[in-house]
């Protein structure tokens, strides 16, 4: 179960076997059922989670009450609302299992306490607090830039496998594009043209 998460540490820094016992002491491991809800829209983000096995969609409601799908969390992915958890104010966003899945959960709390007792740790944090704002600006220039021609073969290639995982319209909705435009895409990418 920690191993999974020792190898996605150990990409960013160097812990002693003991160092990242501490780390990990904090982390909770919680189940979710298919269609659980671990942040809802509204609430106050106050964990970071580790997706050990499963699938999550974050997503918001747009104003015609749509759901779009920012992101999708799989295995060895972190999950959180980040301006809820730094800015302590209510989410925009909701964090729903599409699969049964295991996270480990770490409060806010925890993590400040592991700042303190083991610095290495906010480097962690703050590398991939730069990785993800790095992926957020890359989608958004991929929604502001590309087609969704080009879009959706990025989502095969960041995503390997989940499409088989989730359905067509949740695809459609991290495109930002109709289902019905999508299956167009699908075969015309399939014809090779």
Known sequence: MLDLLHKNISQH????????????APFRLKKFKRKDVLLCE????????????????IYFLNENGQEQILYFAVESWWITDL?????????????????????????????????????HVEKVFRIMNQR???????RILSLMNKTADKRYLEFL???PGLEQRIT??????????SHEFLSKIRKRIALGN
């Open 13 to 24: 820094v160097e812990l002693k076997e003991k160092e990242f016992q501490q780390f990990a």
């Open 168 to 177: 067509q319209q949740q695809v459609a909705s991290y495109l930002g594009i």
């Open 132 to 138: 993800s704002s790095v992926a957020l600006q890359r």
């Open 42 to 57: 509204g609430e106050r983000c106050n964990f970071e989670g580790f997706v050990l096995n499963g699938c999550f969609k």
């Open 157 to 159: 290639e960041k995503y």
């Open 83 to 119: 301006d809820s958890l730094v800015n302590d104010v209510p989410s925009m966003l909701n964090i729903e299992a599409l699969e049964d899945s295991e996270v480990l959960l770490i409060s806010k709390e925890d993590k400040e306490k592991l700042y303190e007792t083991l610095p």
